[in-house]
């Protein structure tokens, strides 16, 4: 009889231990699944390319960073491209995110480096914001800085 017992014991721990495993392997999936985004993400990049990140930047992982950042952007999210010095230029328009979009956003990694003078942060961020309005809503809307 102790060893029928011991065996009952055994096929329950391992009963318990399997369950344990399974609910910690569920809650992990449930977890790992993307949270949901809202509908109207507005991202700007806005990225310096002043004389001065020849220096703060000389490997210019700025230029890196913009395909990358394209292909982190939901579809169907509003996003585009300014790069700033003495002046600011807009190389990818405020758009829907889509395959096309992406390809312009690397290849407008090439037009970013260190040519210009000054660094107007102010107008540039200005520049990309020029369509807000007061009033509006913008708790989607967000601006990534690159300097």
């Not at 991202?43 to 395909?67: C, H, I, K, Y």
């Amino acid at each position: 009889m102790g060893q029928s017992l011991f065996r009952s014991f055994h096929m329950l721990l391992a009963i318990l231990l399997l369950s344990v495993a399974w609910m910690v392997t569920a809650q992990a999936q449930e977890q790992s699944q993307a949270p949901e985004l809202p509908a109207d993400i507005d991202v700007r990049f806005v990225v310096d390319v002043s004389g001065s990140m020849e220096r703060t930047d000389p490997g210019n992982l700025r230029s890196q960073a913009v395909p990358m950042l394209a292909e982190l952007m939901p579809e169907g999210a509003r996003s585009g491209l300014w790069t700033f010095a003495r002046y600011v230029n807009m190389l990818v328009p405020l758009e829907e995110v889509d395959d096309q979009w992406r390809q312009q956003m690397r290849d407008a990694r090439s037009q970013i480096g260190a040519p210009g003078q000054y660094t107007h942060i102010g107008r540039a961020l200005e520049t990309a914001t020029e369509d807000f309005w007061p009033g509006g809503d913008y708790d989607n809307t967000h601006l990534v800085l690159l300097t």
